[in-house]
T-cell receptor, first 117, second 116 residues
């Protein structure tokens, strides 16, 4: 079974509108972390936001927020007030802490976001 | 503060050859991870180095090997290249073994390897 599932291969949004990118995960580890990264066409992975499994509040970073629903095992990324520069691939990733010091990230297949003017 | 750098940017090799990719970690980071990203896929974990020792490995054959140096820079070596090795290879660094906040890994721009 896939550990990280991103069901939206592509999404379109109008500039200045909000968009939600979906991510569901599968783990039996009670302690884990969820990440979202942005990958522009240049290839570099840019860290956006982190949510720990024990965090009581949803993470927010500027225009990015993470809608964390632990019981549903979902960690959707919400981008508010979309900008043309937000057009990129977006990856959801998970770190399972039972792996000890092995800091391995498991990534989904990504969602290609296109922001239209 | 210098970010993660990788060299070369692009590389073309022939099947059966060997290749070495290089990564300089961000200042103060002692952990380096390597990922392979095939076209249209998410990155897949190859292995991680922490204080010059391999600290975990993904589902990759032994012809994928690595090194970490005292200055925490790292190399990824791939022997007997196959066509399926064509991918973007990403290096990521993190501080303190990734066990302390911030937990995020900082990625370099990647090396795009083409095997013909």
């Amino acid at each position: 079974a896939q550990k990280i599932t991103q069901t939206q291969p592509g999404m379109f949004v109008q500039e200045k509108e909000a968009v939600t990118l979906d991510c569901t995960y599968d783990t039996s580890d009670p302690s884990y972390g969820l990440f979202w990264y942005k990958q522009p066409s240049s290839g570099e992975m840019i860290f956006l936001i982190y949510q720990g499994s024990y965090d009581q509040q949803n993470a927010t970073e500027g225009r990015y927020s993470l809608n964390f629903q632990k019981a549903r095992k979902s960690a959707n990324l919400v981008i508010s007030a979309s900008q043309l520069g937000d057009s990129a691939m977006y990856f959801c990733a998970m770190r399972e802490n039972s792996g000890g010091s092995n800091y391995k990230l498991t990534f989904g297949k990504g969602t290609l976001l296109t922001v239209n003017p | 503060e210098t970010g993660v750098t990788q060299s070369p940017t692009h590389l073309i090799k022939t099947r059966g050859q060997q290749v070495t990719l290089r990564c300089s970690s961000q200042s103060g980071h002692n952990t380096v991870s390597w990922y392979q990203q095939a076209l249209g896929q998410g990155p897949q974990f190859i292995f991680q180095y922490y204080r010059e020792e391999e600290n975990g490995r993904g589902n990759f054959p032994p012809r994928f090997s690595g090194l970490q140096f005292p200055n925490y820079s790292s190399e990824l070596n791939v022997n007997a290249l196959e066509l399926d090795d064509s991918a973007l290879y990403l290096c990521a660094s993190s501080p303190a073994g990734g066990l302390t906040l911030p937990y995020e890994q900082y990625f370099g721009p990647g090396t795009r390897l083409t095997v013909t």
